[in-house]
């Protein structure tokens, strides 16, 4: 079975539509689709092992996490 992985970014109080954009550039850089309204989403590739899929998704979380910080 496939990996994905899914991020939703939420503004409760607001955003700076800067800093969304070069999130948005960063994770379609690193082969997310933009899903939705603040969503992105990873699904791991015809071929693609399971371990190379798991390291893209991280990637994608680690990004976010050292942008929210």
């Known amino acids: 079975m496939p990996y994905r992985g899914l991020l939703t970014f939420d503004y409760g109080e607001g955003h700076n539509n800067n800093d969304f954009q070069r999130m ?29 899929a798991l390291a893209n998704i991280w990637q994608g979380v680690a990004t976010v996490g050292r942008a929210s910080a």
């Open 24 to 52: 948005e550039t960063t994770l379609l850089s690193l082969r997310w689709r933009y899903a939705e309204t603040s969503a992105f989403v990873y699904d791991q590739c015809e071929g693609e092992d399971d371990a190379s």
